[in-house]
Protein backbone atom coordinates (compact mmCIF):
# COMPACT_ATOMS: atom_id res chain seq x y z
CA UNK A 1 0.00 0.00 0.00
CA UNK A 2 1.25 3.43 -1.07
CA UNK A 3 2.11 6.08 1.63
CA UNK A 4 -0.56 8.65 1.62
CA UNK A 5 0.04 11.43 -0.50
CA UNK A 6 1.86 14.61 1.00
CA UNK A 7 2.96 18.13 -0.61
CA UNK A 8 6.13 20.04 0.92
CA UNK A 9 5.65 23.93 0.32
CA UNK A 10 8.59 25.46 -1.59
CA UNK A 11 9.33 28.68 -2.39
CA UNK A 12 11.25 31.43 0.04
CA UNK A 13 7.95 33.30 1.27
CA UNK A 14 4.92 33.43 3.55
CA UNK A 15 1.64 34.67 2.95
CA UNK A 16 -0.41 35.19 5.70
CA UNK A 17 -3.75 37.64 4.83
CA UNK A 18 -4.11 40.39 6.65
CA UNK A 19 -0.57 40.11 9.22
CA UNK A 20 2.30 41.81 9.16
CA UNK A 21 5.00 39.09 8.81
CA UNK A 22 8.94 40.20 8.73
CA UNK A 23 11.54 37.85 6.76
CA UNK A 24 14.97 37.69 9.05
CA UNK A 25 17.58 36.83 6.87
CA UNK A 26 20.83 35.25 9.40
CA UNK A 27 23.69 33.92 8.06
CA UNK A 28 26.00 31.84 10.38
CA UNK A 29 29.23 31.37 10.39
CA UNK A 30 30.22 27.98 9.19
CA UNK A 31 31.14 26.67 12.48
CA UNK A 32 28.14 27.30 13.78
CA UNK A 33 26.01 24.40 12.60
CA UNK A 34 28.60 22.43 14.89
CA UNK A 35 27.56 23.84 17.90
CA UNK A 36 24.84 22.44 19.82
CA UNK A 37 22.08 25.18 20.50
CA UNK A 38 22.79 27.85 18.17
CA UNK A 39 19.53 27.38 16.41
CA UNK A 40 17.72 26.93 19.67
CA UNK A 41 19.09 30.44 20.79
CA UNK A 42 18.05 32.28 17.85
CA UNK A 43 14.40 31.11 18.45
CA UNK A 44 14.91 32.10 21.75
CA UNK A 45 15.17 35.55 21.18
CA UNK A 46 11.36 35.50 19.06
CA UNK A 47 10.38 33.89 21.99
CA UNK A 48 11.59 36.22 24.52
CA UNK A 49 10.22 38.96 23.15
CA UNK A 50 6.71 36.87 22.43
CA UNK A 51 6.81 36.82 18.58
CA UNK A 52 6.03 33.69 16.85
CA UNK A 53 7.91 32.26 14.74
CA UNK A 54 5.37 31.08 11.09
CA UNK A 55 8.00 29.51 8.80
CA UNK A 56 11.65 28.55 8.68
CA UNK A 57 13.18 27.80 5.49
CA UNK A 58 17.36 27.10 5.24
CA UNK A 59 19.15 25.19 2.56
CA UNK A 60 21.68 22.96 2.83
CA UNK A 61 24.92 24.29 3.33
CA UNK A 62 27.97 23.24 1.61
CA UNK A 63 30.90 21.95 3.39
CA UNK A 64 33.16 25.51 4.68
CA UNK A 65 30.41 27.84 4.02
CA UNK A 66 28.21 29.92 5.96
CA UNK A 67 24.68 28.74 6.48
CA UNK A 68 21.85 30.61 5.93
CA UNK A 69 18.00 30.70 7.78
CA UNK A 70 15.34 32.28 6.40
CA UNK A 71 13.31 33.19 9.41
CA UNK A 72 9.19 34.38 9.13
CA UNK A 73 7.48 36.29 12.36
CA UNK A 74 4.89 37.58 13.15
CA UNK A 75 4.94 41.19 14.10
CA UNK A 76 1.36 42.47 13.32
CA UNK A 77 1.24 45.34 16.15
CA UNK A 78 4.73 44.81 17.96
CA UNK A 79 6.65 46.03 14.74
CA UNK A 80 8.23 48.46 17.41
CA UNK A 81 10.50 45.39 18.89
CA UNK A 82 12.07 44.53 15.16
CA UNK A 83 15.16 46.51 16.04
CA UNK A 84 15.88 44.80 19.14
CA UNK A 85 14.89 41.44 17.82
CA UNK A 86 17.61 41.79 15.13
CA UNK A 87 20.37 43.45 17.15
CA UNK A 88 19.59 40.53 20.09
CA UNK A 89 20.36 37.80 17.42
CA UNK A 90 23.17 39.76 15.76
CA UNK A 91 24.73 39.62 19.10
CA UNK A 92 25.01 35.73 19.22
CA UNK A 93 27.92 33.92 18.54
CA UNK A 94 28.78 32.73 15.16
CA UNK A 95 26.17 34.85 13.75
CA UNK A 96 27.87 37.06 10.97
CA UNK A 97 24.76 39.19 9.63
CA UNK A 98 21.34 39.69 10.41
CA UNK A 99 18.75 41.31 7.63
CA UNK A 100 15.31 42.31 8.16
CA UNK A 101 13.26 42.12 4.68
CA UNK A 102 10.06 43.88 4.97
CA UNK A 103 6.99 42.45 3.35
CA UNK A 104 5.95 43.43 -0.14
CA UNK A 105 2.22 44.00 1.29
CA UNK A 106 0.65 43.12 4.54
CA UNK A 107 0.95 39.59 4.54
CA UNK A 108 3.29 38.73 2.07
CA UNK A 109 6.95 38.54 3.25
CA UNK A 110 9.39 37.53 0.83
CA UNK A 111 13.33 36.48 1.13
CA UNK A 112 14.87 38.31 -1.83
CA UNK A 113 18.14 37.15 -0.95
CA UNK A 114 18.52 34.28 -3.10
CA UNK A 115 18.50 34.74 -6.76
CA UNK A 116 17.81 30.88 -8.50
CA UNK A 117 16.91 27.89 -7.28
CA UNK A 118 19.32 24.61 -6.91
CA UNK A 119 18.27 20.78 -6.39
CA UNK A 120 21.29 18.89 -5.82
CA UNK A 121 23.81 21.77 -6.85
CA UNK A 122 22.00 21.82 -10.18
CA UNK A 123 19.68 24.78 -11.00
CA UNK A 124 16.03 24.19 -11.19
CA UNK A 125 13.13 26.00 -12.38
CA UNK A 126 9.76 25.96 -10.91
CA UNK A 127 5.93 26.03 -13.08
CA UNK A 128 3.22 26.25 -11.03
CA UNK A 129 0.49 23.66 -12.22
CA UNK A 130 -1.68 26.41 -14.51
CA UNK A 131 1.67 27.37 -16.31
CA UNK A 132 3.10 23.60 -17.27
CA UNK A 133 -0.89 23.05 -18.00
CA UNK A 134 -0.79 25.57 -20.53
CA UNK A 135 2.39 24.71 -21.79
CA UNK A 136 1.56 21.00 -22.21
CA UNK A 137 -2.25 21.45 -23.67
CA UNK A 138 -1.64 24.37 -25.72
CA UNK A 139 1.28 22.08 -27.86
CA UNK A 140 -0.56 19.21 -27.87
CA UNK A 141 -4.20 21.08 -28.95
CA UNK A 142 -2.01 23.21 -31.58
CA UNK A 143 0.25 20.58 -33.24
CA UNK A 144 -1.90 17.94 -32.52
CA UNK A 145 -0.43 13.87 -32.55
CA UNK A 146 2.96 14.70 -33.63
CA UNK A 147 3.00 16.95 -30.09
CA UNK A 148 2.75 13.69 -28.13
CA UNK A 149 6.03 12.73 -30.55
CA UNK A 150 8.00 15.78 -29.47
CA UNK A 151 6.61 15.40 -26.11
CA UNK A 152 8.52 11.75 -25.75
CA UNK A 153 11.65 12.42 -27.26
CA UNK A 154 11.90 15.67 -25.18
CA UNK A 155 11.21 13.78 -22.35
CA UNK A 156 14.07 10.86 -23.79
CA UNK A 157 16.61 13.33 -23.99
CA UNK A 158 16.28 14.75 -20.34
CA UNK A 159 15.82 11.14 -19.01
CA UNK A 160 18.93 10.44 -20.97
CA UNK A 161 20.93 13.50 -19.57
CA UNK A 162 19.40 12.92 -15.91
CA UNK A 163 21.49 9.18 -15.95
CA UNK A 164 24.85 10.76 -16.98
CA UNK A 165 24.57 13.54 -14.46
CA UNK A 166 22.94 11.32 -11.67
CA UNK A 167 25.19 8.16 -12.04
CA UNK A 168 28.31 10.42 -12.12
CA UNK A 169 27.25 11.80 -9.16
CA UNK A 170 26.62 8.72 -7.41
CA UNK A 171 29.88 7.26 -8.20
CA UNK A 172 31.34 9.80 -7.09
CA UNK A 173 29.71 9.40 -3.89
CA UNK A 174 31.05 5.63 -3.48
CA UNK A 175 27.58 4.26 -4.75
CA UNK A 176 26.73 1.78 -7.21
CA UNK A 177 23.29 0.84 -9.00
CA UNK A 178 20.85 0.68 -6.26
CA UNK A 179 22.03 4.25 -4.60
CA UNK A 180 21.66 5.47 -8.33
CA UNK A 181 18.23 3.90 -8.43
CA UNK A 182 17.14 5.06 -4.73
CA UNK A 183 18.47 9.04 -5.80
CA UNK A 184 16.24 8.74 -9.66
CA UNK A 185 13.25 8.57 -7.04
CA UNK A 186 13.67 10.65 -4.58
CA UNK A 187 14.56 13.90 -7.54
CA UNK A 188 12.04 12.83 -9.86
CA UNK A 189 9.89 13.20 -6.74
CA UNK A 190 11.37 16.22 -5.38
CA UNK A 191 11.06 17.99 -8.71
CA UNK A 192 7.25 17.57 -9.23
CA UNK A 193 6.95 15.10 -11.77
CA UNK A 194 5.60 12.43 -9.75
CA UNK A 195 6.54 9.47 -7.27
CA UNK A 196 8.20 6.27 -8.46
CA UNK A 197 6.32 3.78 -5.86
CA UNK A 198 7.60 0.65 -7.27
CA UNK A 199 10.60 -0.56 -9.57
CA UNK A 200 11.45 -4.57 -10.61
CA UNK A 201 14.58 -4.43 -13.05
CA UNK A 202 16.14 -7.46 -14.57
CA UNK A 203 19.35 -6.43 -16.02
CA UNK A 204 19.08 -10.26 -17.78
CA UNK A 205 16.32 -9.63 -19.68
CA UNK A 206 17.04 -5.98 -19.77
CA UNK A 207 13.24 -5.56 -18.62
CA UNK A 208 11.52 -3.29 -16.04
CA UNK A 209 8.05 -2.72 -14.65
CA UNK A 210 7.91 1.33 -13.70
CA UNK A 211 5.39 2.48 -11.17
CA UNK A 212 4.37 6.32 -10.82
CA UNK A 213 1.93 7.95 -8.57
CA UNK A 214 0.02 11.19 -9.24
CA UNK A 215 2.17 11.85 -12.68
CA UNK A 216 2.20 15.86 -13.27
CA UNK A 217 1.64 15.13 -16.90
CA UNK A 218 -1.54 12.50 -16.48
CA UNK A 219 -3.25 14.22 -14.27
CA UNK A 220 -4.06 16.85 -16.78
CA UNK A 221 -5.96 14.40 -18.77
CA UNK A 222 -8.13 12.62 -16.13
CA UNK A 223 -11.06 13.34 -18.36
CA UNK A 224 -10.07 11.79 -21.24
CA UNK A 225 -9.87 7.73 -20.21
CA UNK A 226 -6.55 7.46 -22.75
CA UNK A 227 -2.85 6.60 -21.82
CA UNK A 228 -1.77 9.90 -21.80
CA UNK A 229 1.63 9.66 -20.42
CA UNK A 230 4.10 10.78 -23.51
CA UNK A 231 7.02 13.45 -21.05
CA UNK A 232 6.78 11.09 -18.80
CA UNK A 233 7.34 7.57 -20.64
CA UNK A 234 9.86 9.46 -22.73
CA UNK A 235 12.02 10.08 -19.36
CA UNK A 236 11.84 6.83 -18.33
CA UNK A 237 12.92 5.37 -21.87
CA UNK A 238 15.96 7.80 -22.06
CA UNK A 239 17.12 6.69 -18.24
CA UNK A 240 16.53 3.29 -18.87
CA UNK A 241 17.99 2.75 -21.68
CA UNK A 242 21.65 4.50 -21.07
CA UNK A 243 20.83 1.83 -17.61
CA UNK A 244 20.92 -0.95 -19.45
CA UNK A 245 23.31 0.54 -22.51
CA UNK A 246 20.71 -0.75 -25.54
CA UNK A 247 17.44 0.39 -27.17
CA UNK A 248 14.33 0.37 -24.94
CA UNK A 249 10.65 0.17 -25.79
CA UNK A 250 8.15 1.28 -22.94
CA UNK A 251 4.83 0.89 -23.12
CA UNK A 252 2.48 2.42 -20.38
CA UNK A 253 -0.28 -0.38 -19.43
CA UNK A 254 -2.05 1.71 -16.64
CA UNK A 255 -2.77 5.34 -16.14
CA UNK A 256 -4.61 7.65 -13.76
CA UNK A 257 -6.05 9.36 -16.77
CA UNK A 258 -8.17 6.18 -17.52
CA UNK A 259 -8.97 5.58 -13.54
CA UNK A 260 -6.48 3.27 -12.90
CA UNK A 261 -4.76 4.65 -9.32
CA UNK A 262 -1.16 4.93 -10.69
CA UNK A 263 0.55 4.55 -14.00
CA UNK A 264 2.62 1.76 -14.88
CA UNK A 265 5.38 1.34 -17.10
CA UNK A 266 7.11 -1.70 -18.77
CA UNK A 267 10.46 -1.61 -20.22
CA UNK A 268 11.51 -3.76 -22.92
CA UNK A 269 15.30 -4.48 -24.34
CA UNK A 270 15.31 -4.32 -27.80
Not at 42 to 57: C, G, L, M, Y
Not at 64 to 69: C, D, K, T, V
Not at 146 to 155: M, N, R, V
Request: glycine share 10%; net charge positive; charged share 25%.
Amino acid sequence: MSAPSKAFEIGYFVYIPGRYVVCLHVSLNSKGLKKPGILASIFNVFAEFEIPVVSVKMPAPKPGENAELSVFADLTGRRGVLRKIVDKIRSLEFVEKVEPIKPLFKGFAVDTTYTRLTLAGGRVIVFREPTYEGLIKGFRKRFGAIAKELLYYIGFEAGRKMYNVYSKMVEEAGGGLNELLAFWREVFRHTGFGAIEHVEISYLTKTAIIRVQDSFECRLFKETGKFESHGIRGFIAGFMSSLFKTKVRVEETKCIAKGDPYCEFIVYGT
